[in-house]
């Protein structure tokens, strides 16, 4: 199964293609961008890297919070100076979420802009973080503070790339999936892994087209997101994304229900869907409400106070100014376990061959 997932952007759409073996699309994208050179940064092995057809520089580099930073950024535009890349050529990211972040903002900074095309080789690059134009780095005081919006030409998302993740990496990007039932892209717990990805993806892409620039729509996908930002900075970053915004959906649903808008039924049903996917369903005991609440402050979407993506009814919408004694009293009663016992590899339901 092969899919073409237009994203509609005025002069900046581009397509997002799913399924195995796109990634051989790559020269032709390369040559339709007119690019005489590519500088390629890839957090995979060489032969993971299509043939671009033009005189191509392979940067490497690492997935992983570490090296998503202003100083990577700066490293990767002085090798595309020495490398000669102009603003007619292009830049390719091959690997996971903070790469394709890291390499995105690059391209959007080096020479004020220079086209960028996205392999994302992670199932949660896939469903999310190589769609939609958002690019960041993290500051020591908070993650993906500093960023620009800037749309890629195309992305290639091959499934192939997938066999080989371990577990807990397919779980990181369910992760993302899991939070997809509940702003619009239906029950997806039947479908095979090729279609999950597939219908991530048309819903992102009907949000950033619709609403580029997060002025409105765009917030919805960020449903469970604040809670998991912070969980990811107090933890260390040893909460993966994914397992993160897990748990940060189960919050939306019980801080929804708190509030009054949904029924008992329905904040069941997001611990439901949650552990469906074998994610995690329990904060770290180790964690303090106190602290994960300051942590929130800092959400971007937070402007006057705090500030979350939550579930009523008329669907998801960005809800701002909720109590922070609510918050605490929904964090306090949810259930708590040890970070160690939150991040084993825990057994996930309905991927079967992650191919399939």
Request: net charge negative; glycine share 12%; proline share 5%.
């Amino acid at each position: 199964m092969r899919g073409r997932i237009p994203v509609s952007i005025g002069d900046r759409s581009y397509e997002v293609l799913v399924g195995r073996g796109v990634r051989s699309s790559l020269a032709e994208v390369i040559q339709g961008l007119g690019a005489r050179r590519v500088a390629v940064v890839s957090a995979r092995p060489a032969e993971w890297v299509p043939d671009t057809g033009v005189e191509t520089l392979l940067l490497p580099a690492r997935d992983g919070e570490r090296d998503k930073t202003l100083a990577t950024v700066e490293a990767l535009c002085a090798e595309f100076v020495r490398f000669g890349l102009t603003r007619n050529d292009a830049v390719v990211s091959c690997g996971g979420g903070t790469t394709t972040d890291v390499v995105g903002l690059a391209a959007a900074l080096y020479h004020r802009g220079v086209p960028v095309v996205h392999l994302p080789t992670t199932l949660l690059a896939q469903v999310d973080a190589s769609v939609g134009g958002k690019t960041a780095v993290n500051l020591p005081s908070g993650k993906n503070l500093v960023g620009a919006y800037w749309q890629p030409a195309a992305v290639l998302c091959d499934t192939e790339y997938l066999s080989t993740l371990p577990r807990r990496e397919m779980l990181n990007g369910l992760g993302e999936i899991a939070r997809c039932h509940f702003i619009g892209a239906g029950d997806l717990r039947e479908l095979g892994l090729t279609e999950r990805i597939a219908a991530s993806v048309t819903l992102k892409a009907g949000v950033v087209s619709a609403d580029e620039r997060d002025t409105g729509l765009r917030h919805i996908l960020n449903y469970g997101h604040t809670l998991g930002h912070a969980l990811e900075s107090a933890t260390g970053f040893a909460l993966r994304h994914g397992e993160a915004v897990a748990v940060g959906t189960i919050f939306a649903g019980l801080l929804a229900g708190a509030l009054d808008r949904i029924g008992p039924a329905r904040v069941a049903e997001h611990r439901e869907v949650v552990e469906f996917y074998g994610l995690p369903a329990a904060l770290p005991e180790e964690i303090e409400t106190a602290e994960l609440i300051r942590l929130m402050r800092r959400d971007k979407k937070a402007l006057t106070g705090l500030a979350f993506v939550l579930d009523g009814p008329s669907g998801a919408e960005l809800v701002h100014d909720v109590s922070e004694q609510v918050v605490a009293d929904v964090l306090e009663h949810m259930p708590r376990q040890p970070l160690g016992r939150l991040v084993e590899p825990a057994h996930f339901h309905g991927t079967g061959d992650p191919l399939a």
